[in-house]
């Protein structure tokens, strides 16, 4: 598992962001804050509802100046496919068939060669700010991701269930 306040390991991934297909790096997203969020796989129970979870808070992010990457090991076509019959999603979908951008972010499941539930913050300067990962049976909360992203944005000490326009601490020791 990668730490803190390293450099976001590089990629260069085949995706699919409202019905076209390109190639998406991490370079992409250069400047602005990048929420990676892998899953195990298209077509499952838990997995829609995170999906559908960040189209619906898709604006909140751009408005935050962060982008959303959902990555799996699925392929291209399934995942035109899945995002069809999800009625439109309008991030991109990652394909990562080889999994080595899981293995490169340590969130793969070398048991069953997917991707556990896991999100990655990074930073506008590439650094990986936030990372956690979740049991497989238990689906992420975006509300928490967007609240992450916005609290790290801050520079500021946010206290626990911190929101934007409360009270904060000091800047943080972060550089």
Known sequence: MLTLN????????????????????????????????????????????????????????????????????????????????????????????????????GVLNEQDQRAHRATVIVSRQGEIAYLVVSPMNVGRSVGETLRVVQALQSGRLCPADWRPGQPTGEPSLRR
């Open 6 to 105: 390293v450099s976001a390991p590089a990629f260069s991934l085949e995706g699919v962001c409202s019905g076209a297909q390109r190639r998406y790096q991490l370079a992409d997203a250069q400047g602005r804050w990048l929420v990676l969020f892998f899953y195990p796989a298209d077509f499952t129970f838990l997995c829609p509802t995170e999906i559908l979870g960040f189209q619906q808070h898709r604006a909140e992010f751009e408005a935050n100046s962060a982008m959303v990457f959902a990555i799996s090991v699925d392929g291209v076509e399934s995942h035109k496919e899945w995002a069809r019959e999800l009625g439109g999603i309008d991030f991109p979908l990652l394909s990562d068939p080889g999994a080595q951008v899981c293995r490169a972010y």
